[in-house]
């Protein structure tokens, strides 16, 4: 059963509240397994840019994984451990700021490597390419799938020139999403058949995300394994950079219910939106899980949650509860320090849920507080 210890009458919302006991239990179960293994594990910045807790994950983690050129500048200045940066294409106003910044480049396709590889190598940084071992292990999922047909996410096997490797130290892959170690397993296996002479040439590879390492039924001995046969066989450095793992089950939003209305099943207005500030729910979708309450159906009063856009379609879920609802009610969503703040907007003017850190010692700490000013600078 989810549960939260803060007083929910005592944040202003909408907010999200970052969990700093959570945060740390998840950060020590990846550092257990980097202190078992020698893998270095670093945060994959887009899914939990809270910078403010960089110092704290630091002192856990090897560093940062970037997407690019913003990232790769606030890792090195709010971390400033090592720094890895991937992104489909690099643009000549920024690669040399982005080298500079991080010490593993990878590159998405051999053109990309040939415009940039010398200046890499002239800044005494390390190259990388990201692979397609071409091994889906999603079904359904599309739009997070980097191995589905016609996908531009690294290079295929029939793309790659094995003759054309001057400076490339590492191979890089990501194909995983929210999954276990068995399909991190398969994955290797096509690697191997796919890339095994060039893994022999390579220095380090690096794992990407999507491995669900800090979720209860993940199987880290199986992850382990899959560690020390890159390490023992090829004599390879690992890497893997997930973002989910890290923040995991790590952050709160909280909402106030402004209304309750009625049209074939009776409906709350919320001060949240799914569309603004938990763009997953639609994107992936998925139903987040909400304290103290049931499936539809499940507790006695049921209801749909939406939110105050316009969008029709910008709903939650629907719920059910013990008691009635009631205007003024605080309702808690869990799981909300990924892909929210990272991702939340402002459609229809929808404000900003301030930035909370919830600290070990029960107290809150406000990281950053949103206004009018927020929506108006962005246009
Ligand atoms: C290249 C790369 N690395 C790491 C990640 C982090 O994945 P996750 O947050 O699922 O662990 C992603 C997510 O899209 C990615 O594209």
Not at 133 to 140: A, D, L, Y
Not at 160 to 167: E, K, N, S, V, Y
Not at 212 to 218: K, L, V
């Given at each position: 059963m989810m549960k939260y210890n803060f007083d929910v009458n005592k944040v202003p919302t909408p907010c999200y509240i970052a969990d700093e006991s959570a945060l740390i239990r998840n950060l020590e179960i990846l550092r257990g397994v980097s202190e078992r293994t020698g893998a270095k594990i670093l945060l994959a910045?887009?899914?939990?840019?809270?910078?403010?807790l960089y110092p704290m994950i630091g002192e856990y983690l090897a560093g940062t994984a970037c997407s690019g050129l913003f990232e790769a500048k606030l890792g090195y200045e709010e971390m400033g451990k090592e720094n890895h940066v991937f992104s489909a294409a690099y643009r000549e106003s920024e690669i040399d700021e982005i080298i500079s910044y991080c010490g593993h480049i990878i590159f998405n396709s051999f053109t990309q490597l040939d415009r940039y590889r010398d200046r890499v190598l002239a800044a005494g940084k390390k190259i990388g390419l990201r692979i397609n071992?071409?091994?889906?292990?999603?079904?359904?999922h599309e739009i997070y799938d980097?191995?589905?047909?016609?996908?531009?996410l690294g290079i295929t096997r029939r793309n790659?020139?094995?003759?054309?490797?001057?400076?490339v130290t590492g191979l890089h892959f990501h194909t995983l999403c929210?999954?276990?170690s068995d399909d991190l397993e398969t994955t290797l296996d096509a690697i191997e058949e796919k890339f095994g002479d060039i893994l022999h040439k390579m220095e380090w590879i690096n794992f990407g995300g999507g491995h669900?390492?800090?979720?209860?039924?993940?199987d880290i001995p199986r992850l382990e394994r899959c560690i020390r046969r890159m390490q023992e066989k090829y004599g390879l450095e690992v890497f893997l950079e997930p973002g989910e793992a890290?923040?995991?089950?790590a952050g709160w939003l909280v909402t106030e219910v402004l209304d309750l209305t009625e049209n074939d099943m009776p409906i709350a207005i919320l001060d949240t939106s799914a569309a603004c500030h938990m763009p997953d729910v639609l994107e992936m979708p998925y139903r987040p899980p909400l304290v103290g309450s049931g499936e539809k159906?499940?507790?006695?009063y049921s209801y749909r949650l939406g939110s105050q856009?316009?969008?029709?379609?910008?709903v939650i879920g629907e719920y059910s509860f013990d008691e009635p609802l009631k205007i003024g009610d605080r309702l808690v969503f869990g799981d909300?320090?990924?892909y929210s703040m990272v991702k939340n907007n402002t459609f229809n003017g929808m404000p900003l849920p301030h930035i909370l850190l919830l600290k070990k010692d029960g107290s809150f700490e406000t990281l950053r507080s949103f206004g009018y000013d927020d929506f108006k600078e962005r246009l």
């Open positions: 910045q887009k899914a939990f840019s809270c910078y403010h071992p071409e091994h889906s292990t999603q079904e359904g980097p191995c589905s047909p016609k996908s531009r790659f020139r094995d003759d054309d490797l001057r400076g929210e999954q276990n669900h390492i800090t979720r209860e039924d993940y890290i923040a995991l089950n159906g499940e507790k006695k856009t316009c969008l029709a379609g910008d909300m320090a990924i």
